[in-house]
């Protein structure tokens, strides 16, 4: 019998960044993963474009550290795709994690196992048993004791066993009064509901450019992907479809939506009891995603060939599929579409979930605008972007700590895509940079519960908002505040102002400028070693974007700092000639602006 403070199932993004930080907080921590590697979303499914969270102010936690490795170890920079502001190779993304893992003398790991059973005694889990090792080799079973246990799975796997109520799939608009829900009758009357209970995965596949073709990609007769893709290029044309994730090196991300390689048949399967139904469904998955990349080849007359980017006999299939919804738990606080809707004057809510004694109880801070995958038509969602930066991004929401912590089990906390948000959220609280705060925050308020020899449902949360801010490797970010971003002296500050005064914070996350503290200046953002100089005029479009016009021709400009932000929205048009430091993105096609040097107003 093994007896640890901690113990993770997983394999998921959120599994290892709880792990992680459960024992970079002093917990000893052991964490099973069902495969070889441990990234979940960030390496072993192959998602190596990830979306929300681009805005430097939201670039903090885990997912900033992880960012930050990745542009310090990939030589050709993240800027290769237009669906991202970044791109990296999924084995570098497993190498980091699998490094900081290892540099954990608190941390244990086992790869290549699968959750056999699980124990619990008066509502409290007391063991769960693992097989260890993969098929067709000497295998061991592990009976593993701890005192918090964490989900850090993609399906929530370990909250299944517990056999308390789950949520899985649709709710209607009568349970929590979300726009974009449908109602009870529709989900009783419509086939659509049945057939499609959660949202679409993909089962990734990595193809390659060839370094021979000009950068544009060949028309022929072959064009037109064959069926049943023969729709996946209509709204972007071919090179736009291929080159949607492009990664370095010429690698690409196959995650196409538009009659791409999502997969919408029987996805009941995928938590069925019975393991030949789970394997039929990854085995259409991957035959499906295979078509896909081998009609992309025949139609662009091999511009793009079947890439490497993962061990086994098929280094071009993702070890995972690329789930968008899980089992979700049912939390003492929940999620909805109504939290994560863009806040205005009027509205009912606040910028700030408050507990009864007017505390703030965030934990992690979401930005992605909310995304639904299903077949046929988009679902029509309530509109949470905003033009910012030159492009669309998503509105910041929070996500209160008791979204993580079980109402029924008191030593379960979840740190993956199951953790307590509803069906019509989940479209935006499901990607890589969440989820990776998410699992920190479970981590560690899992460490502290050992700690404090409290179950984490009694932590206060002032605890863990104040750990989470003062985490020495990895400092994350719990209030949605636009002006600071993460490389600023000045923002945790600016976080540790917000939550002693929850109310000053206004309805667009903007603290008053009476905190007297100090805005980050035009060019006062880190250096990035692939930056340019550019000299030439900013205009805006007619879209509400902004381009930058120099003697050799215009490019498209965004920015993720949020002076240089405020700066083109009250500048650009009128500021004469200007020199900035800026990243060239040809497959977006944008500059990235870093900084402005300077300009005639």
């Not at 921590?29 to 939201?58: K, R």
């Not at 608009?173 to 009870?184: H, M, R, T, V």
């Not at 934990?363 to 969602?381: C, M, Q």
């Not at 519960?449 to 719990?478: D, F, G, N």
Request: with cysteine.
């Amino acid at each position: 019998m093994i007896r640890k403070d901690v113990l993770i199932w997983g394999g998921g993004t959120g599994g290892v960044a709880a792990a992680l930080q459960a024992a970079r907080s002093g917990a000893s921590t052991i964490l099973f993963t069902p495969g070889p590697w441990l990234g979940g979303m960030v390496s072993a499914a192959g998602v190596c474009a990830p979306d929300g969270h681009e805005l430097t102010c939201w670039q903090t936690g885990l997912w900033g550290a992880l960012l930050r490795e990745l542009q310090s170890s990939e030589p050709l920079g993240l800027d290769h795709n237009w669906v991202s502001c970044f791109g990296y190779r999924p084995q570098l993304a497993e190498q980091i994690l699998q490094r900081w893992v290892h540099n954990e003398p608190l941390l244990q790991w086992y790869g290549d196992c699968e959750l056999r059973n699980l124990v619990q005694r008066d509502g409290v889990i007391q063991r769960v048993d693992i097989q260890q090792g993969a098929p067709k080799q000497q295998q061991s079973k592990l009976s593993v004791e701890a005192a918090i246990f964490i989900d850090g799975s993609d399906l929530g796997d370990l909250l299944a066993l517990t056999e308390v109520p789950y949520r899985w799939g649709w709710e209607a608009k009568e349970q929590w009064d979300e726009p974009s829900a449908p109602s009870q009758s529709r989900l009783n009357d419509e086939a659509f509901f049945n057939q499609q209970p959660v949202q679409s995965p993909t089962w990734v596949v990595m193809g390659q450019l060839s370094p021979s073709r000009p950068p544009s990609c060949p028309q022929s007769k072959a064009s037109t992907p064959a069926q049943p893709f023969e729709l996946s290029t209509t709204s972007f044309g071919l090179e736009r479809t291929i080159t949607y994730g492009r990664l370095p090196g010429g690698l690409v991300m196959l995650n196409w939506p538009l009659h791409g390689n999502d997969w919408h048949h029987g996805l009941h399967r995928a938590i069925s009891p019975e393991p030949q139904e789970r394997q039929a469904l990854a085995a259409e998955m991957q035959a499906h995603s295979l078509s896909f990349l081998s009609a992309l080849q025949h139609c662009s007359n091999g511009w793009i060939t079947p890439g490497r980017a993962f061990p086994g006999s098929n280094p071009s299939v993702a070890l995972m599929p690329y789930w968008r919804e899980s089992r979700r738990l049912v939390g003492t606080a929940t999620v909805t579409e109504r939290d994560l809707l863009p806040i205005t004057n009027n509205a009912r809510r606040g910028p700030l979930p408050l507990n009864d004694a007017g505390r703030c109880t965030s934990v992690a801070v979401g930005t992605y605008a909310n995304d639904h995958h299903y077949p046929g038509n988009d679902w029509p969602l309530a509109p949470k972007s905003c033009r910012w930066g030159g492009r669309w991004t998503g509105t910041p929401f929070c996500v209160p700590f008791g979204a993580l912590v079980s109402e029924t089990v008191p030593n379960l906390l979840m740190a993956d895509k199951g953790f307590s948000v509803s069906h019509m959220a989940n479209g935006a609280t499901r990607l890589q940079p969440l989820i990776l705060n998410i699992g920190q925050a479970a981590g560690l308020a899992a460490a502290l519960a050992v700690r404090r020899s409290c179950r984490p449902i009694e932590l206060p949360v002032e605890i863990l908002q104040m750990h989470l801010l003062h985490e020495p490797t990895a400092p994350a970010a719990v209030l949605p505040l636009w002006q600071w971003p993460a490389w600023h002296p000045h923002w945790k500050t600016a976080q540790e102002q917000g939550l002693a005064a929850p109310d000053q914070i206004d309805p667009m996350g903007l603290l008053p400028r009476s905190v007297n503290l100090d805005q980050p200046g035009l060019n006062a953002a880190p250096k990035d070693r692939h930056e340019e100089l550019f000299i030439g005029t900013v205009s805006t479009t007619a879209e509400g974007g902004f381009q930058f016009m120099t003697d050799a021709g215009h490019w498209p400009v965004i920015t993720l700092e949020p002076a240089i932000n405020q700066w083109l929205h009250h500048q650009a048009g009128s500021s004469g000639s200007i020199r900035v430091r800026a990243v060239r993105n040809p497959w977006g096609p944008w500059l990235r602006l870093l900084g402005v040097i300077d300009y005639a107003s």
